[in-house]
């Protein structure tokens, strides 16, 4: 017991062992200072000398330790101004000096606290106990004895212990804690809950599926505790200053002893002290990992967020990172007479009694469309083809052709398998008493958020975007296609996803994102690892630099800005706070600055660094409206212009599709009319949809202001870039061949949908020059300066 006591009676005056010098050395400066006004002087000399011992006594220790470690720290040019300081008589510089590094240690201290508040209030709300019912009664265990299967009780206003699954009703969960969103979100019965979540309604039942250590908030947890202790290369940096930084120190002030004396070298050395240089890079970076925290971006350390400032490449994952993650039912395309909307409800009621990936999926599309449910019945599952119950009163099949008796290749069936191909999407083909009814098409669905995501990434700083995935060549190349990457690198086996981050790695700095375990290798090896542990596995969040606890791939593109805008406080910080104390130095070596006005400058200049690395702690400011020139009056007027002409190919879509025929001696006009309008999209639409995101959305962006003001129009590029893409591949397929319906639906299909969407987005584009017309009016003729 004593011996523990003793420990903690020695890490509380560790932690607070500067702020208690700065009540001592500050309370013996002003009592030294009063003495002297009060004609004591005699008495002023000792009471400052033992203010001074107490600095000369903290200023050893310090140095003591950094040598302990290896390492030769700033810390000694004080330790030398106060010995100095002692030797010559000058006992008031003496206790100033000891003041200034107890002020500087004790602001250091406040700053990491300042910094770390947001990181420390994620450890601070780590629960310990849950709630679990036993034997019809409920008991308070510890976190560490729950287990996967137990069922929980969280109370209004309790942190939710472990993942689970809500078992019944509704909940209302406070996510800000993981997301850094403010509004509650609403789970229903069935959905998953994530440890660290605050329940913001009613208590309710939570079945865990993870055991405490395993959790969602556990990882956070350790990710944090990692953050909070680590050292970063750029903080190692600032004392390899100090290499040539102490030499430097130390020929000025033997060149001023050599001249004037030793009162004129310890004047040098009390200015030369180099606060800045110890605390200005710490203190930007730990409030970056702050600011990160914040947002939903935990960053493991200073380091990996100096690093981040350096990437310029970043590879995408494309599973769970630029799509859902989940499969999603996207069409349902009938055999014959049985409506979609009931070949679908007997599917899913079918699909209930089953464990296979894509059951989930379809049994949650018929809950989103109210299709009604029956339970089925007899119900036998063949691996590799597909289940088959009673359903209603109706034999149902599911899985694949043969397993639903398709034979042959009729024109629904061509319809299913093109669309397929066309879209990279999985298939399930439905049969009801026998007979064919339908399919099912599925598709990983792209993230609403998708390409906002990667325009966000290059504001960051990105330059190269590639999507590196597993996934096969048609799915990935539609999403590469939709997102506006890089470059597409599909079916990669873990290796290959290696061998890709080498390949980038030899161009540049490389971001590596991803949330399963097979990405876990390539997370380690790139530059900066980045999962996403909103859904990731744990070996993902493990073997990754940082971690995006909200489920929204965009806070990267904000995770590189940040640290690029951290890394240039911290470089400010430091440059400015040595090139003050260098002009400094200059002066005492002149006899311009006596050494106790030395230590109140020196003292100045560690606040004013010291504040300036606290600016990282900021949001950036928001991107506001600039003033336009008379170039963007004349971009105008050369998209007006063409949008005349386009308007015209655009109405040729609509007729091309009307006249589609499989009547044999009508078809080949028709497809040729087709092919036309295919090389209108091609060699007119095309390029100027591009010119349009490279010469005019820039404009409007600058008008609006913003983070992204034009995202949306962008995204209609991307669709319609996509949709031209589908009309090419249709009509190679379809070759010299006369169309049949299948044909002839598909071909319709695209282009009523390019009619539609190119419609809706001149309209929108004509606003906005309407906007830009409006605002370029007041230019004078020379432009705006």
Known sequence: MTISVARAVRAWLVRRSAPLLLVITTAGMIAGGLAWLAGAGGAAGPIWLGAAACGLGYALWVAAASLARGRLSVDVIALLALAGAIAVDELLAAAVISVMLASGRTLEAWADYRARRDLSALLARAPRTGRRYRDGSLETVP??????????????????????????????????????????????????????????????????????????????????????????????????????????????????????????????????????????????????????????????????????ARCTTVLLDKTGTLTAGQPAVTAIVPAGALPPEEILALAASLDQASGHVLAAAVVHAAAERGCP??????????????????????RVRLGRAGWAGVEGTPPWVRTVRRRAWLDGALTVFVAVDGTPAGALLLEDRI?????????????????????AT??????????????????????????????????????????????????????????????????????????????????????????????????????????????????????????????????????????????????????????????????????????????????ADIEQLRTAADALTTDPYAAPAAMARVRHVHSLLTGQISPHENAEEADLYPALNRLLGGADPTATMSRAHAEIAYQITRLGRLIADIGDRPPDEADVADLRGVLYGLHAILRLHTAQEDEAYLSLDADTETVPRGGRS
């Open 143 to 308: 976190l560490d004895q729950i287990t996967a299967g137990d069922l929980l009780l969280v109370a209004a206003g309790d942190v939710v212990p472990v993942d689970g699954t809500l078992t019944a009703g509704v909940a209302m969960l406070d996510e800000s804690a993981l997301t850094g969103e403010a509004l509650s979100v609403e789970h229903a019965a069935g959905d998953t809950l994530r440890s660290g979540t605050l329940n913001a309604a009613g208590p309710f039942d939570l079945r865990a599926t993870t055991s405490a250590a395993a959790s969602t908030y556990a990882g956070i947890v350790r990710l944090v505790s990692e953050a909070e202790s680590s050292q970063a290369p750029f903080v190692r940096l600032a004392d390899r200053y100090a290499l040539w930084f102490l030499p430097l120190t130390l020929a000025v002030s033997a060149a001023a002893w050599a001249l004037a004396g030793p009162v004129r070298a310890v004047a040098v050395l009390v200015v030369a002290t180099p606060c800045p240089l110890i605390l200005a890079a710490p203190v930007a970076l730990v409030s970056g990992l702050s600011a990160a925290a914040r947002r939903g971006i935990v960053v493991k350390n200073g380091g990996v967020l100096e690093r981040l």
């Open 373 to 394: 449910l029956d339970q089925p019945a007899d119900v036998t599952e063949r691996s590799g083809q597909g289940i088959e119950g009673t359903v209603a009163g109706h």
């Open 447 to 467: 993230r609403p958020d998708a390409r906002q995501t990667i325009r966000a990434l290059r504001r960051g700083g990105i330059t190269r975007v590639v999507l």
């Open 470 to 647: 597993g996934d096969r060549a048609e799915a990935a190349g539609a999403v590469g296609a939709l997102t506006g990457v890089d470059e597409v690198l599909a079916e990669l086996t873990p290796a290959g996803k290696l061998d890709a981050v080498r390949r980038e790695q030899r161009r540049a700095p490389v971001i590596m994102t991803g949330d399963g375990i097979n990405d876990a290798p390539a997370l380690a090896l790139a530059d900066v690892g980045v999962a996403m542990g909103a859904r990731g596995s744990t070996a993902s969040s493990e073997a990754a630099d940082a971690v995006l606890t909200v489920d929204h791939l965009g806070r990267l593109g904000e995770a590189t800005a940040l640290a690029r805008r951290t890394r240039r406080i911290a470089l400010q910080s430091v440059l400015a706070g040595m090139g003050m104390s260098a002009a400094a130095m200059a002066a005492a070596a002149a006899g311009l600055l006596p050494a106790v006005w030395g230590a109140l400058l020196q003292e100045g200049i560690d606040v004013a660094v010291i504040l300036n690395a606290l600016r990282a702690l900021r949001p950036a400011a928001v991107t506001t409206t600039e003033p336009l020139t008379a170039a963007d009056a004349a971009l105008t007027q050369r998209f007006r212009a063409e949008h005349q002409v386009i308007r």
